[in-house]
């Protein structure tokens, strides 16, 4: 029992480590591209470098293979992730732009909070199709246009993997404003990680699904180019 207990010890402090060593690499590789070119790369090379370790038979992993699985991922999403990712930054504008211009002018009445409630169920759905929607990308080497349309079937057709996923989120950013080391030392490594293995569980997707699918195991830079 006790051999028992040391193992499963062991495999949530190594998981802590890859979590923290994928937050280090995604802020190096971000200041590496620049910020405007790296972040949406580094977005995607995590999920990537998650697919992998949990696809892994033992997800025993170095720090040193964590950092050179992301950077073969980022490598190869240079191009992909910031054209999906500033498009998908695009769309979040205009959403927030338009909450706020309904919320904090004269527009009142019933329409206006009938545009108001309106306006945050879509920016509820947007938001659980960004955090799957990296995820997926992340599966298939498809376009980003392929990834967009299936993930918006994805977050109808999987609704219980789309809630959790949600969820989960937001209890990410509870902890982070509760305890803002969270942030600090594990970032945006956190919910990366959470979206990745709540796909892994509930979504069942092909060659990625915790059910025990046969499957052949990505590389790195197995997204294509849109």
Not at 124 to 151: D, H, P, Q, Y
Request: proline letters at 3%; glycine letters at 8%.
């Amino acid at each position: 029992m006790l051999s028992r207990f040391s193992l499963r010890y062991e495999r949530i402090c190594r998981m802590i480590v890859t979590i923290f060593a994928v937050n280090v690499a995604m802020v190096a590789h971000t200041l590496l591209g620049a910020v405007i070119v790296g972040f949406f790369p580094s977005i995607a090379a995590a999920h990537s470098t998650y697919r992998l370790w949990l696809l892994s038979s033992d997800r025993v992993w170095s720090v040193r293979k964590t950092w050179s699985t992301f950077h073969g991922f980022w490598k190869g999403e240079i191009r992909s992730a910031n054209e999906f990712g500033w498009s998908l930054s695009g769309v979040w504008l205009l959403l927030i732009v338009d909450y706020w211009m309904v919320n904090w002018h004269d527009i009142g009445g019933t329409i206006g909070i009938g545009i108001s409630g309106a306006l945050v169920v879509i920016m509820v759905f947007v938001g659980m199709f960004t955090l799957l929607s990296w995820v997926l990308r992340s599966n298939f080497n498809e376009s980003n246009r392929w990834a967009i349309k299936t993930t918006l079937q994805m977050v109808v057709a999987r609704p219980l993997c789309s809630l959790i996923t949600a969820a989960l989120f937001m209890l990410t950013v509870w902890a982070w404003y509760t305890w803002p080391g969270i942030l600090v030392v594990f970032g945006l490594s956190v919910p990366a990680f959470l979206s990745s293995i709540t796909v892994f569980s509930y979504a069942r997707l092909p060659g990625m699904d915790i059910h025990g699918t046969r499957f052949s195991v990505a590389t790195p830079s197995n997204n294509t180019e849109d």
